[in-house]
């Protein structure tokens, strides 16, 4: 089993910044890779960054120059900076990680106006 906590999301003016942060507890050790997906009301959920435990990356075309992915292994967090930040960037954003399962975090709201 594993857990995802979510933080750092809010309200911020366009072209401004936030940073997410995913805490993973339980057998985090077992992550094979872990992101952040979206989902804007009406919309389906989408990815924005995966990261592997190998530090392989991977982004959606629309952020990417703008977010970040990173992780400290040895924490079990991962981030998320999200720079030049868009209304079209509003959306809630989950914790999602991979081991032979799938975990979801709650979410965190992240709203950008214009």
């Known amino acids: 089993q594993v857990q995802l906590r979510e933080s750092g999301g809010g309200l911020v003016q366009a072209g401004g910044s936030l940073r997410l942060s995913c805490a993973a507890s339980g057998s985090a050790f077992s992550i094979n890779a872990i992101g952040w997906y979206r989902q804007a009301p009406g919309k389906q959920r989408e990815l924005v960054a995966e990261?592997?435990?190998?530090?392989?990356?991977n982004y959606a075309d629309s952020v990417k120059g703008r977010f970040t992915i990173s992780r400290d292994g040895a924490k079990n967090m991962v981030y998320l900076q999200m720079n030049s930040l868009k209304p079209e960037d509003t959306a809630a954003y989950y914790c999602k990680a991979r081991t032979n399962l799938i975990y979801w975090g709650q979410g965190t709201q992240v709203t950008v106006s214009s």
């Open positions: 990261i592997s435990s190998d530090d392989n990356t």
